[in-house]
């Protein structure tokens, strides 16, 4: 489940229990400060609740200086190997500093930066990585890399606290998602401290997005991770961010803007799926309200399959049907399919309600039923399932596939129950 402590990254809490907050690490020289705000404004604009910026160098402090100033969103300090740009980023205003105490030059150097954020109310990250474990664990690393990870983390913490420093979150980074998994899954029954996921060097944006998705999505199901970030081999640190998001919206975990839903289309496609679905997403990018919105390929299965949608599409060749909630709404050309229901996704949201024309509804419901009636032999899997249902219950008929009592769901028992959240 979420760790037991909670911190705080600027006004951002991170654990005990907060939303699973969304972060990302700005790809500029810091030192530039005109792209790095840029960046900056991009990646909050996307939904980044914190950002990151390496500090390798003393320019990077000079700019850090006025980055936390102009930042609409609280800025991590990434330290590597210097404690003292550490020390001068703290002094300069991070909102937390993420270190490696393996890297860092010795306990003596960690304390000092310890006493220093204790002193100024900062925070800290305090990672492991695969790749620079303490010399003491190489020969478990060869034998159990997992254990190497988690214990690798479980010294660290406790020299913190040995420390009397517990203003802390904890990482382990691995590029294998197995063992990040395991890890961290571990680790979140040894530690009670925020973990904050990530699978590094992820890959391209679709390798990585989708071994991010597999990583972190287990272990976000599993109840464990209070912070993400996804590392994506891509100047557009914002992209990270919309990964990070459609992540948390898969699991129910937190609301950002819009759900598109779309059919996967097959051979009874009517219409360019590819193109229309492609501006449908590109335009729902503009929309913060958390509404769902169906794109189906063709008019076959009706609009059964989207009934939840609160608003869709389905097309045949010339023409289409706009619907909400299940029910039709309006009978529209094929080419003006997206801005009408653009336009009915707009006047709900300013009315606040769905304005049904009943005339249009009952000529939008009897185009669907002749395309039903049309297409009556086709066996999709909805009529399949329909025809199930009635030889079930009439008992004219053997059913092929015998019913089966479904387990009860009980939804406090999910891992994520509890966790669920909309971002205000
Ligand atoms: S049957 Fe129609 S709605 Fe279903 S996948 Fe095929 S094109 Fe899409």
């Known amino acids: 489940m979420a760790s037991k402590r909670q911190i705080f990254v600027g006004g951002v809490p991170i654990g005990g229990g907060a939303p699973v907050a969304v972060q990302t690490m700005t790809k500029t020289e810091t030192a530039n400060l005109e792209a790095t705000m840029e960046q900056i404004l991009e990646v909050a604009d996307a939904g980044a609740d914190i950002v990151r910026v390496a500090i390798p160098r003393d320019d990077d402090v ?236 063709c008019a076959v299965n009706g609009i059964g399959e989207a009934s939840h949608a609160d608003f869709g599409i389905t097309g045949a060749k010339n023409e289409g049907l706009i619907f909400a909630h299940g029910k039709p709404l309006k009978k529209v050309p094929q080419d003006d399919l997206v801005d009408a229901l653009f336009r009915e996704i707009d006047r709900s949201l300013d009315r606040g309600s769905v304005e049904v024309d009943d005339a249009k509804a009952a000529e939008g419901a009897d185009w669907l039923a002749r395309i039903e009636e049309e297409n009556a032999d086709e066996l999709t899997p909805e009529r399949i399932a329909a025809m199930e249902r009635a030889a079930a219950g009439t008992g004219e ?10 387990p009860a769901l009980d939804e406090s028992a999910s891992p994520t129950a509890g966790r669920r959240f909309t971002r205000a």
């Open 397 to 406: 008929a053997e059913p092929f596939l015998k019913p089966v009592k479904p």
């Open 62 to 297: 000079q700019a850090l200086k006025t980055i936390v100033k102009r930042s609409p969103i609280p800025v991590i300090a990434d330290i590597h190997f210097n404690h003292t740009l550490a020390l001068k980023s703290i002094d300069a205003g991070a909102h937390c500093i993420r270190l490696n105490p393996g890297n860092i030059g010795g306990r003596e150097k960690v304390a000092e930066v310890a006493v220093r954020a204790s002193e100024a109310g900062v925070p800290m990250r305090i990672g492991v990585n695969s790749g620079s474990l303490p010399k003491h664990l190489h020969a478990l690393e060869r034998e159990n890399p997992v254990e190497a990870l988690v214990g690798a983390a479980v010294e660290f913490v406790a020299m913190m606290e040995s420390l009397a420093f517990e203003d802390f979150k904890v990482s382990i980074k691995s590029t294998n998602v197995p063992n990040t998994i395991a890890a961290n899954r571990l680790l979140a029954d040894r530690i009670p401290y925020p973990i904050h996921l990530g699978i590094t060097e992820a890959g391209t944006k679709w390798s990585g997005s989708l071994k991010s998705a597999v990583g972190l999505g287990t272990l976000l199901a599993d109840g464990v991770g209070d912070t993400i970030r996804i590392s994506l081999s891509t100047f557009h640190a914002e992209e990270e961010v919309k990964v990070a998001w459609e992540i948390l919206k898969a699991l129910h975990l937190r609301e950002r803007g819009p759900v598109l839903i779309a059919c996967p289309t097959c051979g009874r496609l009517q219409f360019d799926m590819d193109s229309v679905v492609a501006e449908i997403e590109a335009r729902l990018e503009a929309y913060a309200e958390p509404i769902e919105v169906a794109v189906l390929g």
